[in-house]
T-cell receptor, first 113, second 112 residues
């Protein structure tokens, strides 16, 4: 039973560039949430996708956008990168019914220089 | 005010000790509660859910006090492998939806 997978593992970008991160949910899960974790902080909720639509959104600017595909995989896009966007980006999957338990992928570590 | 607040620690305890972590949450509409464990440079992993009646899983006991909006985690007979950051997590999702609010985490080091 494959768990949550994310790619790439690490990424280095420069300010102003755009980046796309990818996530495949755990088998049987249909909901994908994205989180940003800065060093020494807990993960911060970015948004959640269910049935290919953004269902909820945290306090992040429009530079952060996403997409969910029919196979439930998801992408996170960040435009006009800032130094402060450097963080670990975590994807978590769950089932969109009554389960509130989310399973995390290993994350993508983004460094903006 | 943050949705979830934790003492960041660090807590340094000897093997075999009992250690307790506390957490408070601000939103009285919070629906479900969890403790996650995060090892250094790894993803968070669910340790246990927290129920109003309290629940126990081996050496770990979690308690929830809705009136005080307070959550606790007790670890008995600490092992070296318990060294990690423990994240208090609250779900404030809408019906049918879910998103998690994380505390900053409490770092535990168990010393030989």
């Amino acid at each position: 039973d494959a768990g949550v997978t994310q790619s790439p593992t690490h990424l280095i970008k420069t300010r102003g560039q755009q980046v796309t991160l990818r996530c495949s949910p755990k088998s049987g899960h249909d909901t994908v949430s994205w989180y940003q974790q800065a060093l020494g902080q807990g993960p911060q909720f970015i948004f959640q996708y269910y049935e290919e639509e953004e269902r909820q959104r945290g306090n992040f600017p429009d530079r952060f956008s996403g997409h969910q595909f029919p196979n439930y995989s998801s992408e996170l896009n960040v435009n006009a990168l800032l130094l402060g966007d450097s963080a670990l980006y975590l994807c978590a999957s769950s089932w969109g019914g009554d389960s509130y338990e989310q399973y995390f992928g290993p994350g993508t570590r983004l460094t903006v220089t | 005010r943050k949705e979830v607040e934790q003492d960041p620690g660090p807590f340094n305890v000897p093997e075999g000790a009992t250690v307790a972590f506390n957490c408070t949450y601000s939103n009285s509409a919070s629906q479900s509660f969890f403790w996650y464990r995060q090892d250094c440079r790894k993803e968070p992993k669910l340790l246990m859910s927290v129920y109003s009646s309290g629940n126990e899983d081996g050496r770990f006991t979690a308690q929830l006090n809705r009136a005080s909006q307070y959550i606790s985690l007790l670890i008995r007979d600490s092992k070296l492998s318990d060294s990690a950051t423990y994240l208090c997590v609250v779900n404030i999702g809408q019906t049918g939806a879910n998103n998690l609010f994380f505390g900053t985490g409490t770092r535990l080091t168990v010393i030989p």
